[in-house]
């Protein structure tokens, strides 16, 4: 589910020395430099698949809801070229480390940072395609760990590379869908759809609608300057000790939540005050609160933004906090403790984004006042003693593509 770079794959958890990863580019013509005098050979091409964060639309993708993520300017680059003895060797940059693998090496479970590359191409495989041998050195500035879907971008740029170096015709949504079974099924993560499907679909200047039953996208526009405003992404970085534990709980919650109102998915109660009075559980009743109003948020948050009223956006942001904070219980103190000095300081609204259990949080603020605020949470955090926070001002920007 995320850093896949950092070796925190394997064993999940494990933290790499600041001073161990080298910090890379995020630079097409240094990525080509770096493939010349990793392999001695020329790259055939360089693909790029987006982090993402996501708007509002917070555990609704595996109940078949609603989200609204937008892809960021930070991005996991690949520069490869074909080879024909077979075998796959990959490159990362981030922990300058190579992985070599073949076709029988291909075992679901497989852990480490490489497994996220091998997933896709046995999720290829088992599709049916035909994927050659390559050569692929990768670099990444996508916060790992942070609730920012590096992982996925890792999987959606591998994706975008084979199937261009392999000239296989796959749609963006099936892209995204493979990627994701990488996800599930090989490295064993339970995640819906939304992160991948962030990666790949994902249009600059806009955040995308998109609907888990359906698979129908729309781009929205989400221009934030026109309205004097900027989104702020503030990592908090918490380690996100429960995050896979309490993922799957909460997701299993909801099956079992479905399960006892006789629905498929959460996504089909409309009637929230009945669903709740059939279930006898308060912590199930909070989950399904949780999922169903957050659904309804996100259909407000398309009619805001299609209509251009980004501003009113805030309200939904702060619904949304607290709904994942007091009904799906997934937000942590510093979290918390970040939205609620966002908003003092100025920030119109704000939100966790991500899986949660820690990473990130998005605020809207106007424009120009994102340092400061960013600023305030930092001292907010020293106070508390809590470690130093980073922020960065999120761009809407495109999905997976080939740049050279
Ligand atoms: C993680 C998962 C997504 C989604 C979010 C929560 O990012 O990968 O599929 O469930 O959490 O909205």
Redesign the pocket.
């Known amino acids: 589910?995320d850093s896949p770079y950092g070796g925190t794959a394997a064993p999940k958890g494990q933290v790499i020395s600041p001073d161990t990863v080298r910090r890379v580019s995020n630079d097409a013509a240094v990525l080509i430099q770096d493939f010349r005098v990793r392999t001695d050979r020329q790259p055939a091409g360089v693909w790029a698949a987006p982090g993402r964060v996501?708007l509002i639309g917070?555990?609704?993708?595996?109940n078949d809801g609603y989200v609204m993520p937008f892809a960021l300017a930070q991005r996991v680059l690949i520069a490869a070229a074909p080879r024909h003895d077979g075998a796959w060797s990959v490159t990362s940059l981030n922990n300058d480390s190579t992985e070599t693998f073949e076709t029988a090496d291909l075992q679901p479970g497989m852990t480490g940072w490489q497994a996220y590359v091998a997933g896709v191409v046995w999720a290829l495989q088992q599709a049916g395609h035909r994927v050659g041998g390559a050569d692929l050195v990768l670099t990444s500035d996508v916060p790992e760990g942070a609730?920012l879907?590096s992982s996925a971008a890792l999987e959606c740029a591998v994706l975008t590379t084979l199937a261009d170096l392999n000239d296989l015709d796959i749609s963006g949504l099936d892209r995204a869908k493979l990627a994701r079974r990488a996800e599930n099924a090989f490295v064993g993560a339970p995640?819906?759809?939304?992160?991948q499907a962030a990666a790949t679909l994902c249009t600059a200047g806009h955040a995308l609608f998109f609907d888990c039953r359906t698979d129908d996208a729309e781009q929205v526009r989400f221009d934030t300057a026109r309205a004097g405003l900027e989104i702020l992404v503030l990592d908090t970085k918490t380690p996100h000790a429960l995050v896979d534990s309490e993922?799957a709980a909460r997701r299993a919650s909801c099956e079992e939540a479905a399960q006892l109102l006789g629905v498929l998915a959460l996504r089909d109660v409309t009637e929230l005050d009945a669903a709740l009075n059939q279930l006898p559980d308060p912590v199930i009743q909070r989950r399904v609160r949780h999922v169903v109003s957050e659904n309804a948020r996100v259909l407000e948050a398309v009619d805001v933004l299609r209509n251009g009223r980004i501003a009113d956006l805030a309200p939904l942001l702060d619904a949304s906090h607290s709904s994942m904070r007091e009904d799906f219980e997934i937000t942590v103190p510093p979290v918390d403790l970040a939205v609620e000095v966002a908003r003092a300081s100025g920030a119109l609204g704000a939100r966790m984004t991500?899986?949660g259990f820690g990473g990130c949080i998005i605020a809207l603020v106007p424009a120009g006042e994102a340092e400061r605020i960013g600023h305030e949470i930092a001292q907010s955090f020293a106070t508390a003693e809590y470690g130093p926070p980073a922020h960065f001002i999120a761009v809407p920007s495109a999905g997976a593509q080939r740049l050279r």
């Open positions: 589910m996501n917070e555990h609704t993708d595996y609730g879907s995640t819906g759809l939304m992160d993922y991500g899986g």
